[in-house]
């Protein structure tokens, strides 16, 4: 998975952030596509996205017009960083 993070950990990163944005409701996920390759997935959460592109070590977070409203960078795991 990207970032070496597990499905568990991103999922945790995700709720956390989207909760902290004031998003409510269910999250989507929608894999990225170019030309028939993987190039990232989209999460949505009651009208804000968070982008996570393959080979990027981040996760950009984003309201319902598109403003950065901020990146992870790090994850961490039982207390232990994983750079991204």
């Known amino acids: 998975m990207d970032l070496g993070a597990t499905p568990d950990l991103m999922h945790q990163i995700?709720?956390?952030?989207f909760a902290?944005?004031?998003?409510?409701?269910?999250?989507?996920?929608?894999?990225l596509l170019r030309?028939?390759?993987?190039?990232g997935q989209r999460f949505r959460?009651?009208?804000f996205q968070a982008v996570l592109l393959a080979g990027s070590?981040?996760?950009?977070?984003?309201?319902?017009?598109g403003t950065l409203l901020?990146?992870?960078?790090?994850?961490?795991?039982?207390?232990?960083n994983i750079a991204a």
């Open 35 to 39: 030309d028939r390759e993987y190039v």
């Open 14 to 17: 995700l709720s956390e952030n």
């Open 57 to 65: 070590g981040a996760i950009s977070f984003y309201d319902e017009g």
């Open 70 to 80: 901020k990146t992870v960078r790090r994850l961490e795991e039982n207390g232990k």
């Open 45 to 47: 959460c009651g009208g």
């Open 20 to 31: 902290e944005l004031g998003a409510a409701g269910p999250m989507v996920r929608t894999l």
